[in-house]
């Protein structure tokens, strides 16, 4: 099995630009996935394969991957952005799936 | 409207069973595969299960592997999990959702909760 390694914690004011990473060996072979899941919510993909955004997901959440890191970037953070955030990979024949530890994300 | 909506959790000592269900709507469920995934209280997102479109093909966690089942049925647009022996570390919220090009999850329902406890 593998490991998916996010930071416990990101905190941004309202406006600027949130990075998030999510670091594993699997990543160079593997798609990153990403969910923001609010209190008390269920989780929600806001990026897939990398860095497509599903339909109805804001402009100002974009992803790119760098081999072993896969980088969530939430430009123009808002308030409403404050949830923790996952990333996810699977390998290519589906059976074995990661899930990162999760990130809080803080908007001061 | 895409829509998932489980059911079934409640209170259970240890060693006993449950059957989780989820009723899909809104979308193609006998093409989707489906997953399970569970989060325990305060902790992070842990998948558990995996089933094909046709219901031929199952996988399993390692820490399910054995204990748990899934099955569906796309006559009524469900998906089921049978849980037996159950432990205390099975407490979760248990999410069903659409494991899309065998890769990322979307959509995911509400959740049910499952309490393992004497």
């Known amino acids: 099995s593998y490991d998916l390694t996010q930071p416990t914690s990101v905190s941004v004011s309202p406006g600027q630009t949130a990075r998030i990473t999510c670091s594993g060996d699997a990543l160079p072979k593997q798609y990153g996935n990403w969910y923001q899941q609010k209190a008390g919510q269920a989780p929600v993909l806001v990026i897939y394969k990398d860095n497509k955004r599903p339909s109805g997901i804001p402009e100002r959440f974009s992803g790119s991957n760098s081999g072993t890191r896969v980088t969530l970037t939430i430009s123009g953070v808002q308030a409403e952005d404050e949830a923790d955030y996952y990333c996810?990979?699977?390998?290519?024949?589906?059976?074995?799936?990661?899930f990162g530890g999760g990130t809080k994300l803080t908007v001061l | 409207q895409v829509h998932l909506v489980e059911s079934g959790g409640g209170l259970v000592k240890p060693g006993g069973s449950l059957r989780l269900s989820c009723e899909a709507s809104?979308?193609?469920?006998?093409?989707?595969?489906m997953s399970w995934i569970r989060q325990a209280p305060g902790k992070g997102l842990e998948w558990i299960s995996y089933?094909?479109?046709?219901?031929?093909?199952?996988f399993y966690a390692d820490s399910v592997k054995g204990r748990f089942t899934v099955s569906r049925d796309n006559a009524k647009n469900s998906l089921y999990l049978q849980m037996n022996s159950l432990r205390v570390e099975d407490t979760a919220i248990y999410y069903c959702t659409c494991y899309m090009g065998l890769n990322w999850f979307d959509p995911w329902g509400q959740g049910t909760l499952v309490t393992v406890s004497s």
């Open positions: 089933i094909s479109s046709s219901g031929s093909t199952m």
């Open positions: 809104g979308f193609a469920f006998s093409d989707c595969y």
């Open positions: 996810q990979t699977a390998d290519n024949t589906g059976s074995s799936v990661v």
